[in-house]
């Protein structure tokens, strides 16, 4: 059988094929991050069929502060429940399986959009902003943060989803801790490794409390900055290790500051070289994502050890059908 092809049980989530629709902004939501129509025409479309195993909805504020940009998800309060709920049921009538993602974008937002104070680890422009010097948060500030992920995830396992995704990529609050580019502290929650991932095994901790033990957790690691001073892969192995032990099911593997592609290549799964290094140090499935358009390469890097699952984001983004063409293919 194709390895694209085998099915996946992870906890009470069964997956057909190893296809994943990473998450993508759309800025498809009404203003204040309600589920609107063209949100569920766009995820009805990408789903139609069932031919993706698996969809992570793209990142979905957790608060006001960590609002992204206008017209993101909201995953802020109860009243986002029953439009979500929608969405959930949406997806798995078409036949795949849907994942929430959630965020706190820290010194990557912006008081235009939020109308709050811009906070971080550290009083530190964002690297990919550079606009903003943001508060460096207290500790009791980060105990309200890591309670809004626990709230959050309540939200997604409420409305129906199949998991939830903790997002620490791309220069958002969790990966701005995570960096040594971003992270300056001098407490617990910065200085080395274990300490700066402190932050994420209390969000890991209150999430796995409120969504209980059979539920998914994923989490979105952007496992190297690619600039010098900032992540390493051998940070991001010690990460993966400490994230398996406090209750990742799976771990989804990105750039950090870098955002989505490493620079100087356009293979295809540019990613690999770190999913690779982290499969040597986990048992839990690694989802491998990076400018991957063809199924013969995603087949490949699932034969070859690679990953687990394979993201395909920018192919499926501008063609709806190319899931079901490749699995037809495959199928053959």
């Known amino acids: 059988m194709s390895s694209l092809l085998k099915p996946l049980e992870i906890k009470s989530l069964t997956l057909k094929n190893r296809l994943v629709m990473p998450p993508m902004a759309t800025a498809k939501s009404e203003v204040n991050g309600r589920i609107s129509r063209n949100i569920l025409d766009y995820y009805n479309e990408k789903s139609m069929g069932g031919y993706i195993s698996l969809i992570i909805i793209e990142h979905s504020f957790i608060n006001q502060q960590g609002k992204a940009s206008d017209h993101q998800l909201s995953i802020a309060d109860d009243s986002t429940i029953e439009g979500l709920k929608s969405l959930a049921e949406l997806i798995h009538k078409n036949g795949s399986k849907a994942v929430m993602q959630i965020n706190h974008a820290g010194s990557a937002a912006s008081t235009k959009i939020t109308g709050e104070v811009v906070v971080g680890p550290s009083a530190i422009e964002n690297l990919r902003k550079n606009d903003t010097i943001p508060h460096e948060l207290t500790k009791k500030?980060?105990?309200g943060i890591i309670n809004d992920f626990k709230k959050a995830a309540y939200r997604v396992k409420e409305a129906g989803f199949d998991g939830v995704e903790i997002?620490?990529?791309?220069?958002?609050?969790?990966?701005?801790?995570?960096?040594?580019?971003?992270?300056?502290?001098?407490?617990?929650?910065?200085?080395?490794?274990?300490?700066?991932?402190?932050?994420?095994?209390?969000?890991?901790?209150?999430?796995?409390?409120?969504?209980?033990?059979?539920?998914?957790v994923l989490l979105r690691l952007g496992a190297s900055d690619y600039t010098e001073g900032g992540s390493t892969i051998e940070d991001s192995k010690i990460a993966a290790k400490e994230f398996e032990k406090a209750g990742v099911d799976i771990l989804d593997i990105s750039g950090g500051f870098c955002g989505y592609n490493v620079p100087g290549t356009s293979e295809q799964g540019y990613f690999s070289s770190l999913t690779e290094e982290i499969k040597k140090v986990v048992s839990m499935p690694v989802?491998?994502?990076?400018?991957?358009?063809?199924?013969k390469a995603a087949e490949k890097l699932l034969a070859d050890g690679k990953a687990d699952l394979i993201g395909v984001g920018r192919a499926i983004y501008k063609d709806s059908k190319w899931a079901e063409r490749s699995i037809k293919e495959l199928s053959i």
Do not use: W
């Open 141 to 143: 500030e980060i105990e």
């Open 167 to 216: 997002h620490s990529a791309h220069g958002y609050l969790l990966n701005q801790f995570f960096s040594p580019l971003s992270n300056k502290r001098t407490d617990e929650y910065g200085g080395n490794v274990n300490n700066r991932i402190r932050i994420h095994l209390e969000v890991i901790k209150a999430v796995r409390e409120v969504v209980g033990e059979n539920f998914p």
């Open 287 to 295: 989802i491998l994502t990076g400018g991957i358009t063809e199924a």
